[in-house]
Nanobody, 121 residues
Framework: QVQLVESGGGLVQAGGSLRLSCAVS????????MGWFRQAPGKEREFVAA???????TYADSVKGRFTISRDYAKNTVFLQMNSLKPEDTAVYYC???????????????WGQGTQVTVSA
């Protein structure tokens, strides 16, 4: 069983930065595509960023140029560096792992509990 634990969320002013971490249990971390999704109050969950097992990345247009996804194979951890944060980035951020790299939720089999990110104006 694969378990994902997110950390690093919090309250930040607009223009600030946060780095989210997602620790993944299991010995097959390198095989998984990893993704970040977010859900704002009253909205559906949406794709943010993803990284393949080989390091290929893709981003939602709304975060491109501001967010960076990366992974540390030695630590079984994926990161989301978020810069130039905006109030509209406020959401619960979820980490996901799966066999299909991409933007679609159905490609991810395992999900974390989420971490709250709040950006004040």
């Amino acid at each position: 069983q694969v378990q994902l634990v997110e950390s690093g969320g919090g309250l930040v002013q607009a223009g600030g930065s946060l780095r989210l971490s997602c620790a993944v249990s299991g010995r097959t971390f390198s095989r998984y595509a990893m993704g970040w999704f977010r859900q704002a109050p009253g909205k559906e969950r949406e794709f943010v960023a993803a990284i393949s097992g080989s390091g290929t990345t893709t981003y939602a247009d709304s975060v491109k140029g501001r967010f960076t996804i990366s992974r540390d194979y030695a630590k079984n951890t994926v990161f989301l560096q978020m810069n130039s944060l905006k109030p509209e980035d406020t959401a619960v951020y979820y980490c996901a792992a799966g066999g299909v790299f991409g933007r679609v939720e159905n490609g991810y089999d395992y999900w974390g509990q989420g971490t709250q990110v709040t950006v004040s104006a």
